[in-house]
């Protein structure tokens, strides 16, 4: 006769259960809708209790009970057995449930994850009563079936004091393994450091918090770079899988396919991401095909082995936990793959630099979405392509990674983004290897100082590219030179080696090279005052970038027509200029330009009177620069902010705010600086200026910027520091030209009045200009009016 006696066997807590609220009330509703719920994740990640959490949970209204089942030490053929066994049923399992109103928790399918597909799938045709929960490494693949991905616990504080999930969990396990453990102001940031580096992984902070008994918190931090020797000492009535940090990983291992786990340990030579493609080429070889890496990469995704991290560049993205990726990596150290894999990882990297490079050459009219699908990508793989040159650098063979920061100098270059490549390229060019041709040398010292140059450091730049283009000149290497003498142009702004740039560049027949040598006549036609010239070579940048179909060109001709437009007092062209500008760049994180028009906007809506327009603009701007964390740019846009707070009648933040800004500038006051303290100095007098000026010359950017954003004011300095007058930065012969210039005398007038040469003249006009920070020689005359 068949008998069921319909109890529950949930086991009791041992201990408190943290975090997991949403996720538990997620699965509370889930489970009203849904049959059959799968539980994945890796090993160690908390399946097994929140699924325990769960069934207690929903046990009032599963009438007919709740049945844990636990599979993970079970050989195939055993599993209706042991599931009969639990639940106390003789004879048929399926006909005995009947209609029942049960829940079967089936916990660790994977040894036996086929059966439980088979169970399940007769369960649910023949008893209507029936809920399923699973917890696997892998869904069970059954109709009906709802996988819910089971995510680390949360690292990053929600604010407002409260702590994180991991965190919670760590103090709530290190208390009871010492009583009167308590976070302190020391101990907090590290609890939190070590939570991040153990990806949030339950299983893994509960065996750190364990360790808290023996060695402090700052021990712990320190040796997890040996992780799997450190958390070894779990409980010893726990399951063996669960009592160290390898054993849960050993467990996960041993399941896999021959393929799966060389896959899985090739994937490791990947730092931090990797698409399929780079899979293909990276991980195929002996014992795994390339039309194999994908069936085999589904499948670690399955096991929960491999995270599919959302997308870049229209491509999936796959990590690893870094947990996982450290056993990994000693699997591949063991294999003896490990340096053919780091070659290929660098020669994938480079394959893809190769392309990008491709598509911009001369005669190539590659769309911008191609390009911008290049742009994101390599933003994506920025730890990639540290690592392949961390490699190369390591075994002092430089040729491949020189080239492949050579071929990819736009993106290193530009648009804000932050590859750190800087010291790495030093690191390689003092290789000194002979097998790196001259030409690419050449080509690796300019891209060298180029970055130098973007940085501000303006001595090194100069000497980086001119010894770069003596060896493409050298090597006849025709890019490079091209490459150079355009860098030799920004660098002096002289009219002779802008003039050969443009030549270099027009003989090489490479239009994009036209264009940078076009906007760099522009933009010392801007700064000098030479606004028609300006005007006409932003306008040949932007029809160069139209031709190509570059948005990052085209937006750099809108910013500069639209800064000659507010020059030239066209605030509606300005306006439109900067818009245009910013429409082009919607998918790219160009950050500098976006910033750039954002400021734009601010100054245009500032100029007119529109102070709520130039407010939110101005803010946009101030905001995506201090998360981008271009100093420069944060500088730029505090000057703005001071313009703006003083036009809203704030003279006491506006010259903290332009004293921020001259200091991270590392620059000198000019005539902006005194378009803001001159009406502060009548506000608020000549000694609270000095005061305020020495506060906001002692603020961090951050705290500079919390002053702008929120009205944060710090405490006042002992002593008051006067800022230097705009008028006595001048030399007697410059104030003297100046007052000359006010007259309306051209050069030419100025050297009979003194009985100088014209060529001196246009030389301190030049430099007057540059210290007031001014562009034309009309606002040298209306300076002089205004400070008499």
Same mark, same amino acid.
């Given at each position: 006769?068949?008998?069921?006696?319909?109890?529950?066997?949930?086991?009791?807590?041992?201990?408190?259960?943290?975090?997991?609220?949403?996720?538990?009330?997620?699965?509370?509703?889930?489970?009203?809708?849904?049959?059959?719920?799968?539980?994945?994740?890796?090993?160690?990640?908390?399946? &097994?209790?929140?699924? /325990?959490? @769960? =069934?207690?949970? !929903? $046990? #009032?209204?599963?009438?007919?009970?709740?049945? %844990?089942?636990? *599979?993970?030490?079970?050989?195939?053929?055993?599993?209706?057995?042991?599931?009969?066994?639990?639940?106390?049923?003789?004879?048929?399992?399926?006909?005995?449930?009947?209609?029942?109103?049960?829940?079967?928790?089936?916990?660790?399918?994977?040894?036996?994850?086929?059966?439980?597909?088979?169970?399940?799938?007769?369960?649910?045709?023949?008893?209507?009563?029936?809920?399923?929960?699973?917890?696997?490494?892998?869904?069970?693949?059954?109709?009906?079936?709802?996988?819910?991905?089971?995510?680390?616990?949360?690292?990053?504080?929600?604010?407002?004091?409260?702590?994180?999930?991991?965190?919670?969990?760590?103090?709530?396990?290190?208390?009871?393994?010492?009583?009167?453990?308590?976070?302190?102001?020391?101990?907090?940031?590290?609890?939190?450091?070590?939570?991040? &580096?153990?990806?949030? /992984?339950? @299983? =893994?902070?509960? !065996? $750190? #918090?364990?360790?808290?008994?023996?060695?402090? %918190?700052?021990? *712990?931090?320190?040796?997890?770079?040996?992780?799997?020797?450190?958390?070894?000492?779990?409980?010893?009535?726990?399951?063996?899988?669960?009592?160290?940090?390898?054993?849960?990983?050993?467990?996960?291992?041993?399941?896999?396919?021959?393929?799966?786990?060389?896959?899985?340990?090739?994937?490791?030579?990947?730092?931090?991401?990797?698409?399929?493609?780079?899979?293909?080429?990276?991980?195929?070889?002996?014992?795994?095909?390339?039309?194999?890496?994908?069936?085999?990469?589904?499948?670690?995704?399955?096991?929960?082995?491999?995270?599919?991290?959302?997308?870049?560049?229209?491509?999936?993205?796959?990590?690893?936990?870094?947990?996982?990726?450290?056993?990994?990596?000693?699997?591949?150290?063991?294999?003896?793959?490990?340096?053919?894999?780091?070659?290929?990882?660098?020669?994938?990297?480079?394959? @893809? =630099?190769?392309?990008?490079?491709?598509?911009?050459?001369?005669?190539?009219?590659?769309?911008?979405?191609?390009?911008?699908?290049?742009?994101?990508?390599?933003?994506?793989?920025?730890?990639?392509?540290?690592?392949?040159?961390?490699?190369?650098?390591?075994?002092?063979?430089?040729?491949?990674?020189?080239?492949?920061?050579?071929?990819?100098?736009?993106?290193?270059?530009?648009?804000?983004?932050?590859?750190?490549?800087?010291?790495?390229?030093?690191?390689?060019?003092?290789?000194?290897?002979?097998?790196?041709?001259?030409?690419?040398?050449?080509?690796?010292?300019?891209?060298?100082?180029?970055?130098?140059?973007?940085?501000?450091?303006?001595?090194?730049?100069?000497?980086?590219?001119?010894?770069?283009?003596?060896?493409?000149?050298?090597?006849?290497?025709?890019?490079?030179?091209?490459?150079?003498?355009?860098?030799?142009?920004?660098?002096?702004?002289?009219?002779?080696?802008?003039?050969?740039?443009?030549?270099?560049?027009?003989?090489?027949?490479?239009?994009?090279?036209?264009?940078?040598?076009?906007?760099?006549?522009?933009?010392?036609?801007?700064?000098?005052?030479?606004?028609?010239?300006?005007?006409?070579?932003?306008?040949?940048?932007?029809?160069?970038?139209?031709?190509?179909?570059?948005?990052?060109?085209?937006?750099?001709?809108?910013?500069?027509?639209?800064?000659?437009?507010?020059?030239?007092?066209?605030?509606?062209?300005?306006?439109?200029?900067?818009?245009?500008?910013?429409?082009?760049?919607?998918?790219?994180?160009?950050?500098?330009?976006?910033?750039?028009?954002?400021?734009?906007?601010?100054?245009?809506?500032?100029?007119?009177?529109?102070?709520?327009?130039?407010?939110?603009?101005?803010?946009?701007?101030?905001?995506?620069?201090?998360?981008?964390?271009?100093?420069?740019?944060?500088?730029?846009?505090?000057?703005?902010?001071?313009?703006?707070?003083?036009?809203?009648?704030?003279?006491?933040?506006?010259?903290?705010?332009?004293?921020?800004?001259?200091?991270?500038?590392?620059?000198?006051?000019?005539?902006?600086?005194?378009?803001?303290?001159?009406?502060?100095?009548?506000?608020?007098?000549?000694?609270?200026?000095?005061?305020?000026?020495?506060?906001?010359?002692?603020?961090?950017?951050?705290?500079?910027?919390?002053?702008?954003?929120?009205?944060?004011?710090?405490?006042?300095?002992?002593?008051?520091?006067?800022?230097?007058?705009?008028?006595?930065?001048?030399?007697?012969?410059?104030?003297?030209?100046?007052?000359?210039?006010?007259?309306?005398?051209?050069?030419?007038?100025?050297?009979?009045?003194?009985?100088?040469?014209?060529?001196?003249?246009?030389?301190?006009?030049?430099?007057?200009?540059?210290?007031?920070?001014?562009?034309?020689?009309?606002?040298?005359?209306?300076?002089?009016?205004?400070?008499?």
């Amino acid at each position: 006769m068949q008998r069921f006696a319909g109890p529950s066997n949930l086991p009791a807590e041992s201990n408190t259960f943290v975090g997991r609220e949403a996720d538990v009330d997620e699965l509370v509703h889930l489970m009203r809708v849904s049959r059959v719920v799968t539980l994945c994740g890796a090993g160690g990640i908390g399946k &097994t209790r929140l699924a /325990l959490r @769960l =069934a207690s949970r !929903l $046990a #009032a209204v599963n009438t007919g009970g709740v049945c %844990v089942c636990e *599979l993970a030490d079970l050989e195939k053929g055993q599993l209706r057995g042991q599931v009969a066994a639990a639940m106390r049923i003789s004879g048929d399992l399926v006909e005995t449930i009947g209609d029942r109103r049960v829940l079967l928790l089936l916990d660790n399918c994977e040894p036996v994850i086929g059966e439980c597909a088979e169970l399940c799938r007769d369960l649910l045709r023949s008893c209507p009563g029936v809920t399923l929960l699973a917890t696997s490494r892998e869904p069970l693949r059954v109709p009906g079936e709802t996988v819910w991905r089971v995510p680390p616990l949360s690292v990053s504080d929600p604010g407002d004091g409260a702590q994180s999930e991991a965190v919670r969990l760590f103090v709530a396990r290190a208390t009871a393994a010492r009583p009167g453990f308590e976070l302190t102001g020391e101990t907090r940031p590290l609890v939190a450091e070590l939570c991040r &580096t153990l990806d949030g /992984l339950p @299983l =893994a902070i509960e !065996l $750190a #918090a364990a360790m808290v008994r023996v060695l402090s %918190v700052g021990q *712990l931090v320190e040796r997890l770079d040996d992780r799997f020797r450190l958390l070894a000492g779990g409980a010893r009535t726990a399951p063996a899988r669960h009592r160290t940090l390898r054993a849960a990983l050993d467990w996960s291992y041993r399941l896999l396919t021959p393929q799966e786990r060389l896959l899985l340990r090739r994937t490791a030579a990947f730092r931090s991401s990797w698409t399929l493609d780079l899979a293909e080429w990276v991980c195929s070889g002996p014992g795994l095909a390339e039309e194999e890496v994908l069936p085999r990469l589904c499948d670690l995704v399955d096991k929960s082995l491999v995270v599919l991290d959302g997308e870049v560049a229209g491509h999936a993205r796959y990590r690893l936990l870094e947990t996982v990726r450290e056993y990994a990596l000693e699997q591949l150290a063991e294999s003896g793959e490990e340096a053919e894999l780091r070659r290929r990882h660098l020669t994938a990297l480079a394959r @893809l =630099a190769t392309r990008f490079k491709e598509s911009l050459a001369p005669g190539v009219r590659t769309s911008w979405p191609v390009v911008e699908r290049y742009v994101n990508l390599f933003d994506g793989l920025k730890a990639e392509v540290n690592s392949a040159c961390d490699w190369s650098i390591a075994i002092g063979m430089p040729e491949t990674a020189l080239t492949l920061l050579t071929d990819i100098r736009f993106l290193l270059i530009g648009s804000g983004r932050k590859l750190d490549s800087t010291e790495r390229l030093d690191r390689l060019l003092a290789l000194d290897a002979p097998q790196v041709p001259r030409g690419l040398r050449g080509r690796a010292t300019v891209v060298r100082g180029e970055l130098a140059l973007a940085a501000g450091d303006f001595e090194p730049a100069l000497r980086h590219v001119r010894a770069g283009l003596e060896l493409c000149a050298a090597a006849k290497d025709v890019y490079g030179e091209a490459l150079g003498t355009i860098a030799l142009a920004q660098l002096t702004g002289e009219q002779a080696a802008i003039d050969r740039a443009l030549d270099t560049a027009r003989q090489s027949g490479d239009l994009v090279m036209e264009s940078l040598a076009q906007a760099t006549r522009a933009r010392y036609g801007l700064h000098q005052g030479r606004l028609k010239e300006a005007q006409r070579a932003y306008q040949e940048v932007l029809a160069i970038s139209e031709e190509l179909d570059n948005h990052y060109g085209q937006t750099f001709g809108h910013i500069g027509l639209a800064q000659v437009a507010r020059k030239t007092g066209d605030p509606a062209a300005a306006k439109r200029h900067y818009e245009s500008g910013l429409r082009l760049l919607r998918h790219v994180d160009a950050r500098q330009q976006i910033v750039s028009c954002l400021a734009g906007l601010g100054r245009v809506a500032l100029d007119e009177g529109d102070l709520t327009q130039a407010r939110a603009r101005l803010t946009e701007a101030l905001v995506l620069s201090r998360d981008a964390g271009l100093r420069a740019g944060i500088a730029r846009r505090l000057e703005a902010w001071a313009a703006l707070v003083t036009a809203e009648g704030d003279h006491r933040r506006a010259v903290l705010m332009v004293a921020a800004a001259v200091t991270l500038g590392g620059r000198q006051p000019d005539a902006r600086t005194e378009d803001v303290l001159r009406p502060a100095r009548a506000s608020l007098g000549e000694a609270v200026v000095g005061v305020l000026w020495a506060e906001g010359t002692g603020l961090t950017a951050d705290q500079a910027v919390a002053c702008a954003l929120e009205g944060d004011l710090p405490e006042p300095p002992a002593l008051p520091v006067v800022p230097v007058r705009q008028d006595s930065r001048l030399t007697p012969r410059e104030q003297e030209i100046a007052e000359l210039v006010a007259r309306g005398l051209s050069n030419q007038g100025i050297a009979d009045e003194l009985v100088i040469s014209p060529a001196t003249v246009a030389r301190h006009v030049a430099n007057i200009l540059s210290k007031l920070g001014f562009a034309t020689r009309t606002q040298i005359a209306a300076w002089v009016v205004g400070s008499r």
